[in-house]
């Protein structure tokens, strides 16, 4: 599967379009949902007035200039963390627009009764409804989010996955859902509807990339009501710090108390600025990667959960083997043909609509010389995850089966002979899949079916555990072949002869212990376990119900994808860490350089702390504010981008983001601070 293009981190059309909706932002309706960005706006707007009062009536606290220089830098501020936010929504849109020219007007063919031949009556799209049958022949748009009921043909998706390669859609399966806007390329498809207007995949995409259903996550939340508490401690220091200077003025004789615009430029400066400028667009952009990786995620909460997931639940088939399993060789029991074996196998598999029935068919045909027509009257008995066999009664009233061992041994109520048992065990400890074959109570023989771990998929597996998190493969194969491929795969647990049923009974087992789950699925069956965990990525070619269940879509439908959102989320949740981390140690550093300068004319033993050796009150207040400003708009590279993710403990990425962030965050100001002093001295800038 094609990679899905990286978009430039700063795409002029996006800047310029981010750079304009950052003065949209300004509203105060807006801001007050940011609380510290809202308390910088405030302090912009007053700071302002201030500077309009000392030039029109040549009154002021402060310079005039001084006053004009922190209050367009406190706007600087605002602004830059709009845009921060703006770019990383920007991002979004953009694919939302290129999702929104897939989503158009067509007519459509609406049939009177669910088969090609009934009569046609011409629909718009916008006036099908969930349960109504169109037909879609080559060359057509299909007009909305459906099932396939009837037919098989390539389809052409590259409007939503970005993917040119066509697929085959088919009825039966779990590659019969089609999504509307995508377009018919060969032969013809019956489509039944399964979405209202406006209610489809598509329609569900667009709002979701825009950010219109975008909820903040639990923990953007608690980190909201943490900065807003400092906040509101910070300005209540602040405020006091005016009747206390003018009280010591009093009593001191001398002096001056603080300016009004330095205690604005203090209290920007003490509150968490850096990640209140930063923390929305964090998350936004989160989900930005997910769609990046052609993954839409419900809701910023998936993303969350993804970075928190500590057990992967992957299905073998198609994520840790290629998928493509093949039968290889009939191995016919004690006293039988192999033309005995193969036909039977074939008779069984004709109802087998998976890619290993097909297989049987094909291997049979080639064995036997001739193709293999079930007899007149014949039941086809087709295969389910429940049953987990497939067969065909005869009008002579012989029950031919084709399934798992333990599922044919239940069938008969006993054990299998023991040349067969030997047989399925040989066939498993291979790695190979065995199928056994029955026609009534006479076991027949066994299939081996062989498929092949993908390369890589081992050490992917040895990051996964790198990064704490347990892998366990979840298979329909016996206990034998399941064993042989988790050891040559590298996965933690397995689980064998895996029914709906027991994947959900082991998520609950994982979660009841404490365990956060992800896992994928694609089919009916995979609904109900896909609901049930914490991060659930459905495939896009999958049924509409493992999508409905799902809390992330793959376009891709890549099962191996899970590994990445995996990624992706420890992603957002480090950078966010990290810049909170960051946010926290910088404002410290701050303090050194502005504390002293504000309040050195009101106690002026307060010179002692000038630890910089700034060169004057305003300049050491004026080169903090400059410096809160331009470190938001340094780290947005960082928030739309993320940090890289290493494998290594929770404990070690912990430490090491202490020291580059705690450390790092504490030590920078110093010298950027000094070097901003310097140049507005030396251009003559500040007294």
């Known amino acids: 599967m094609k990679a899905p293009t990286p978009r430039p981190l700063f795409d002029a059309?996006?800047?310029?379009?981010?750079?304009?909706?950052?003065?949209?932002?300004?509203?105060?309706?807006?801001?007050?949902?940011?609380?510290?960005?809202?308390?910088?706006?405030?302090?912009?707007?007053?700071?302002?007035?201030?500077?309009?009062?000392?030039?029109?009536?040549?009154d002021g606290d402060a310079n005039p200039a001084f006053v004009g220089a922190i209050s367009l830098w406190l706007w600087f501020t605002v602004l830059f963390a709009n845009f921060a936010e703006a770019m990383a929504?920007?991002?979004?849109?953009?694919?939302?627009?290129?999702?929104?020219?897939?989503?158009?007007?067509?007519?459509?063919?609406?049939?009177?009764?669910?088969?090609?031949?009934?009569?046609?009556?011409?629909?718009?799209?916008?006036?099908?409804?969930?349960?109504?049958?169109?037909?879609?022949?080559?060359?057509?748009?299909?007009?909305?989010?459906?099932?396939?009921?009837?037919?098989?043909?390539?389809?052409?998706?590259s409007a939503i996955t970005g993917e040119s390669a066509p697929v085959i859609r088919e009825s039966g399966g779990d590659r019969s859902a089609v999504t509307g806007g995508t377009r018919v390329l060969s032969d013809w498809l019956v489509v039944r509807i399964t979405t209202a207007p406006g209610r489809t995949f598509l329609d569900r995409m667009i709002a979701m990339v825009e950010g219109a259903v975008r909820k903040k996550t639990p923990n953007e939340i608690a980190l909201d009501i943490l900065l807003a508490g400092l906040t509101i401690i910070f300005l209540l220091v602040v405020v006091t710090l005016l009747p206390m200077s003018r009280f010591a003025v009093e009593q001191a004789g001398g002096g001056a108390p603080v300016a009004l615009t330095t205690l604005v430029a203090l209290l920007v400066c003490l509150i968490p600025t850096t990640i209140g400028g930063l923390l929305s667009a964090i998350g936004i952009a989160g989900m930005d990667r997910m769609i990046q990786a052609n993954v839409i995620a419900t809701s910023g909460r998936a993303v969350e959960a993804a970075g928190d997931v500590d057990t992967l639940l992957l299905d073998k088939t198609g994520t840790i083997t290629y998928g493509n399993r093949s039968a290889t060789g009939f191995l016919p029991a004690r006293g039988v043909a192999e033309a005995e074996l193969a036909e039977a196998a074939t008779l069984a598999s004709l109802a087998d609509d998976t890619p290993e029935g097909k297989s049987i068919v094909a291997l049979g045909t080639a064995v036997l010389g001739r193709a293999v027509v079930a007899p007149a009257g014949a039941v086809q008995v087709p295969f389910t995850a429940q049953t987990r066999m497939s067969g065909v009664d005869l009008t002579d009233g012989r029950a031919i089966r084709k399934g798992a061992s333990d599922a044919i041994a239940r069938r008969l109520g006993g054990g299998l002979p023991a040349d067969v048992r030997s047989q399925v065990d040989g066939v498993a400890k291979q790695g190979a899949t065995?199928?056994?074959?029955?026609?009534?109570?006479?076991?027949?023989?066994?299939?081996?079916?062989?498929?092949?771990?993908?390369?890589?998929?081992?050490?992917?597996f040895a990051e996964m555990r790198a990064?704490?998190?347990?892998?366990?493969?979840?298979?329909?194969?016996?206990?034998?072949?399941?064993?042989?491929?988790?050891?040559?795969?590298?996965?933690?647990?397995?689980?064998?002869?895996?029914?709906?049923?027991a994947k959900l009974a082991m998520i609950r087992d994982y979660q009841d212990r404490g365990h956060l789950v992800a896992m994928t699925g694609d089919g009916t069956n995979d609904a109900p376990a896909l609901a049930q965990a914490d991060v659930a990525v459905a495939m896009?070619?999958?049924?509409?119900?493992?999508?409905?269940?799902?809390?992330?879509?793959?376009?891709?439908?890549?099962?191996?994808?899970?590994?990445?959102?995996?990624?992706?989320?420890?992603?957002?949740?480090?950078?966010?860490?990290?810049?909170?981390?960051?946010?926290?140690?910088?404002?410290?550093?701050?303090?050194?350089?502005?504390?002293?300068?504000?309040?050195?004319s009101t106690y002026p033993q307060l010179a002692a702390l000038n630890v910089m050796r700034l060169h004057s009150p305003q300049s050491a207040v004026l080169s903090a504010v400059i410096f809160n400003a331009l470190i938001i708009i340094a780290l947005i590279p960082v928030a739309?981008?993320?940090?890289?993710?290493?494998?290594?403990?929770?404990a070690v990425t912990l430490r090491r983001n202490l020291l580059v962030y705690g450390l790092g965050g504490l030590l920078l100001p110093f010298p950027f601070i000094k070097a901003i002093d310097l140049a507005l001295s030396g251009l003559g800038l500040v007294s």
Do not use: W
């Open 640 to 650: 739309l981008r993320g940090l890289a993710v290493r494998a290594a403990p929770a």
């Open 467 to 501: 990064l704490g998190i347990r892998t366990v493969m979840i298979t329909g194969d016996n206990p034998l072949t399941a064993a042989a491929i988790a050891v040559e795969a590298g996965v933690d647990d397995f689980l064998a002869e895996a029914t709906p049923e």
């Open 540 to 600: 896009n070619s999958g049924t509409q119900a493992a999508k409905e269940a799902g809390n992330m879509v793959d376009l891709d439908s890549n099962p191996t994808k899970l590994l990445e959102v995996v990624t992706v989320g420890k992603q957002m949740l480090m950078t966010r860490g990290a810049l909170t981390t960051f946010s926290i140690a910088n404002d410290v550093s701050k303090y050194f350089a502005i504390i002293p300068a504000a309040l050195v």
């Open 434 to 460: 065995p199928l056994v074959v029955a026609s009534g109570d006479r076991v027949l023989g066994v299939v081996r079916l062989a498929d092949i771990v993908k390369a890589g998929i081992r050490e992917r």
């Open 89 to 157: 929504e920007g991002r979004g849109k953009a694919q939302a627009d290129s999702l929104r020219r897939a989503r158009r007007e067509v007519p459509a063919r609406r049939l009177a009764e669910p088969h090609r031949g009934a009569a046609t009556t011409e629909t718009p799209s916008s006036k099908l409804d969930a349960g109504d049958h169109v037909l879609v022949a080559a060359g057509e748009v299909i007009p909305s989010d459906g099932e396939i009921v009837e037919g098989v043909a390539a389809v052409d998706e």
């Open 13 to 58: 059309p996006i800047a310029r379009r981010a750079a304009l909706e950052a003065l949209g932002k300004l509203d105060p309706r807006r801001m007050i949902k940011n609380p510290v960005m809202f308390v910088v706006e405030v302090g912009s707007a007053f700071t302002t007035l201030l500077f309009l009062h000392a030039v029109v009536t040549g």
